[in-house]
Structure formats: C-alpha cells, structure tokens
C-alpha cells in the first residue's frame, strides 16, 4: 500500500517561501505522477501542480508564477516551493499520487497546515 | 477553467435514506470523480472515469451522468458515509474541484 507524508514549517511569514516535502514509501515514486492539493480552511480543494517522476511538470495557470514543484527520485520525495505568500496561501497542503497523468487521485497524505501569519 | 457547482451545499439525512449528489460543469468535461472527506482527514478517493468505484469502495455508492451533469448516488446511508463529497473533473484543461456537498445527520 503506497503511503504519503507531507513535511515542512506550519508557519511562514508574509513575502517569504513555502517550501514542503512529500515522501512516497510502500511503493516506488517511478513511472507514476505526483501532484500537491491545498485546501484553505473552510473551503474547497484546489490542483497546485504535478510532477512525473522524470521531471515534467505542469501547474495550475493561477498559481503558475509562484510555486516550483520538484522530484527526487533517489529518496522517493517531490517538493513543492511557493513563493512570495499571503495569507490567503493558508491552507492545508495535501501531496497526492496520479492514478495516470492529470486524473483522478487515488493516494493522498494526511495533509500539513500552513499559515501564513507574521 | 471548468467550474463545478456542487448542490446541495449540505444534505441532512436519516441514516438508511438515500443521498443523491449533483455536481455540474461550466462547460463538458470528460471524466469525473467523487472523493469523500471526514473532519482532519483527506479526502479519499471513491468514484472515478465517472461510473468507476475505486477498491475497497461498498457498492452502495454509485456514479452517473455525462456532459455538464453528474451525480453521486449513496443508496442507503451508513452511519459513517456522514462526510463532505467533493467532485473533481479531469481529460479537460487542468483539473478543478467543486466546493463540497455535506451530508449531516438529520
């Protein structure tokens, strides 16, 4: 059974980088897609970006600008970088796996809060 | 970008009665998928290619529709299908969510 743990800070200030880690185990990170989902308290879910394990990308047009999405294959992990952030960049941040490329989500992690908050 | 307008916003409902979920499209999407979410978890996947029920997922859920309308169909509730149900579409432009229906406790 493939498993997803989200890891990073809880808290970053205004105008600085959201940096998380998603680490894949009870399966390879190979031949698959790996995406980031955000959730802001209260509300819907909402595609950040996926990643192939071979490094292409591709992001959601409104949040294209800011967040770098990265793969490392050597440690099972992908990343998510989002820069300059507000505080309506306050969500709880989920890593999920692509059943097949920009499809549905069939594995997801627990979910890490950040806020952005001085 | 396609919208997806989920209705209702919340269903109550007797456990036994049977919930029917709409979610519609802005514009024809090709494929849909239902995830079920409880309180400080993640969502968890459920329906998928629209009709399609993931593993481990009780036949009392079923998915329908096409176009710009489609439907989640629990048959008859069980105390622990009270959840928020979100939609998501994919195979058109990048992939959006609608906001969530909540099935409480009637």
């Known amino acids: 059974q493939v498993q997803l743990q989200e890891s990073g800070p809880g808290l970053v200030k205004p105008s600085e980088t959201l940096s998380l880690t998603c680490t894949v185990s009870?399966?390879?990170?190979?031949?698959?897609?790996w995406s980031w989902i955000r959730q802001p308290p209260g509300k819907g879910l909402e595609w950040i970006a996926y990643?192939?394990?071979?490094?292409?990308?591709n992001y959601n047009p409104s949040l294209q600008s800011r967040a770098t999405i990265s793969v490392e294959t050597s440690k099972n992990q992908f990343s998510l970088r989002l820069n300059s952030v507000t505080a309506a960049d306050t969500a709880v941040y989920y890593c999920a796996r692509d059943a097949f490329r920009s499809s549905h989500l069939d594995f997801w992690g627990q979910g890490i809060l950040v806020t952005v908050s001085s | 970008e396609i919208v997806l307008t989920q209705s209702p916003g919340t269903l109550s409902l007797s456990p036994g009665e049977r919930a029917t979920l709409s979610c519609r499209a802005s514009?024809?999407?090709?494929?849909l998928a239902w995830y079920q979410q409880k309180p400080g978890q993640a969502p968890r996947l459920l329906i998928h290619?629209?009709?399609s029920r993931a593993t481990g997922i009780p036949d009392r859920f079923s998915g329908s529709g096409s176009g710009t309308d489609f439907t989640l169909t629990i048959s008859r509730l069980e105390p622990e299908d009270f959840a928020v149900y979100h939609c998501?579409?994919?195979?058109?432009?990048?992939?959006?969510f609608g906001q969530g229906t909540q099935v409480e406790i009637k």
């Open positions: 009870g399966g390879s990170i190979s031949n698959f897609y």
């Open positions: 514009q024809s999407v090709s494929y």
């Open positions: 998501q579409q994919y195979g058109n432009s990048f992939r959006t």
């Open positions: 990643i192939y394990y071979s490094g292409n990308t």
């Open positions: 290619g629209t009709f």
